[in-house]
């Protein structure tokens, strides 16, 4: 930290005001009302860096987890990263995220995840891209299933609570879910003053293998149906899914909804008129090697060690040989070791996320290693396409 920055963990209620202020600037109001938006966070839960005693930028931390090989991993998501524009280029951004996440490994934070504006102030600091955050977008006129499998339950009080469970139980096989944060919960299904929000249970309301929260717009050319959040867990919540999408093709020419890059749920369409709307990439930074090794979940078939080599420029405990020996299911880190797979902090998010091969980052020039690591590697985080639902 440099002498010209005041870092604090501690902003106090006068600074409310202020700091509202900057992400109105820094955000053109995409956040909704800023001060709104600090009180949801929880004003001990943003991070302030100042000039000379004057607030000049913060950000939000958000504590939650995320599952990985269906194990959850602590993990704290980074929000409104924010700099007044006289200071941007000055090194108060570098700064605030540094001292953000020493304080992350001081507390035993594994993992953290961004969405970046610009990849290369994060890059910086260790973050790399983790996964991927798609829109979706389909005619509503090509689903074409008619079947209905299940009943649909309209949700009247809608309760973020109500959700939980089922929720979960698609997060735990889902690579890259989060365990949401209650912000993110209380943004989701709180409805702005320009749509009508509703949702359904799919399934009984003794059984339910799924819901759906979507939202109805008008647009030039049809409506558009916008899928908020949803959960299947049967094939039979799959078919009801398309189905009551379907029904609404009378009025809605779009559906809309976020999913993976890979959708196995487009497999029930009758032809391929799903396409990806947009895309892009989120960032994660391993915090704690030793601790996010050994607590994600691994193929439960294999039984190996890989000998890493890890750079850490931030972090000084990250530094160094470390073995990684997997069996059953689960991952233990000892000090030490040959070193045979050589990498920055920032390239093994990737690896860790399952993004990209050890051969794709390794042809991409992110690591280097002998036949036997990269093979341990390969095998080792083997997964699905990573994910998430949320934009935070």
């Known amino acids: 930290m440099t002498a010209r920055f005041e870092y604090s963990t501690l902003a106090h209620p006068q600074d409310i005001q202020q700091l509202g202020a900057i992400f109105d600037q820094c955000f053109v109001n995409t956040l909704g009302t800023e001060e709104v938006y600090i009180n949801q966070v929880g004003l001990e839960n943003f991070r302030i860096i100042r000039h000379s005693e004057q607030l000049i930028g913060g950000l939000a931390t958000?504590?939650?987890?995320?599952?990985?090989?269906?194990?959850?991993?602590?993990?704290?998501?980074?929000?409104?990263?924010?700099?007044?524009?006289?200071?941007?280029?000055?090194?108060?951004?570098?700064?605030?995220?540094?001292?953000?996440?020493?304080?992350?490994?001081?507390?035993?934070?594994?993992?953290?995840?961004?969405?970046?504006?610009?990849?290369?102030?994060?890059?910086?600091?260790?973050?790399?891209?983790?996964?991927?955050?798609?829109?979706?977008?389909?005619?509503?006129?090509?689903?074409?299933?008619?079947?209905?499998?299940?009943?649909?339950?309209?949700?009247?009080?809608?309760?973020?609570?109500?959700f939980h469970e089922l929720y979960q139980q698609q997060a735990r096989l889902t690579h890259g879910y989060l365990d949401r944060h209650p912000v993110i919960w209380e943004r989701l299904i709180q409805p702005d003053d320009k749509e009508t929000f509703y949702a359904y249970f799919i399934g009984t309301k003794e059984k339910p293998e799924g819901y759906i929260l979507f939202s109805q717009h008008p647009a030039e050319d049809g409506a558009i149906l916008r899928i908020k959040d949803w959960v299947i867990l049967t094939a039979a919540a799959a078919q009801t899914f398309w189905s009551f999408l379907a029904s609404h093709r009378s009025q809605v020419d779009q559906v809309q909804w976020k999913s993976s890059v890979s959708d196995s749920l487009t497999l029930l369409l009758p032809e391929q008129t799903a396409k990806l709307k947009y895309t892009m990439r989120w960032m994660l930074r391993i915090v704690d090697v030793v601790k996010a090794l050994e607590m994600r979940g691994y193929p439960p078939g294999i039984q190996t060690e890989l000998h890493l080599d890890i750079q850490d420029n931030l972090l000084d405990a990250n530094n160094g040989k470390f073995i990684l020996s997997i069996a059953n299911g689960h991952g233990e880190v000892t000090k030490g070791g040959k070193g045979e797979l050589q990498l920055d902090v920032r390239e093994l998010a990737p690896l860790y996320t399952s993004l990209f091969s050890p051969y794709h980052l390794q042809i991409a020039g992110k690591l280097h290693g002998t036949e036997t690591a990269i093979s341990a590697a390969t095998q080792i985080f083997a997964g699905s396409s990573p994910w998430v639902a949320d934009f935070f």
């Not at 704290?76 to 996440?101: C, K, N």
């Not at 001081?106 to 961004?114: F, H």
């Not at 990849?119 to 979706?136: A, D, F, I, P, T």
């Open 62 to 162: 958000l504590d939650m987890g995320q599952w990985w090989g269906g194990k959850r991993v602590p993990m704290t998501g980074i929000a409104a990263v924010g700099i007044v524009p006289e200071y941007r280029g000055s090194g108060a951004a570098i700064a605030l995220m540094q001292q953000t996440l020493k304080e992350l490994y001081a507390r035993g934070i594994p993992l953290s995840a961004l969405y970046p504006a610009v990849q290369g102030l994060y890059r910086k600091v260790g973050y790399e891209q983790g996964g991927s955050w798609c829109n979706w977008e389909v005619p509503t006129k090509s689903i074409q299933l008619r079947e209905q499998p299940l009943p649909l339950q309209p949700i009247v009080s809608i309760n973020h609570q109500v």
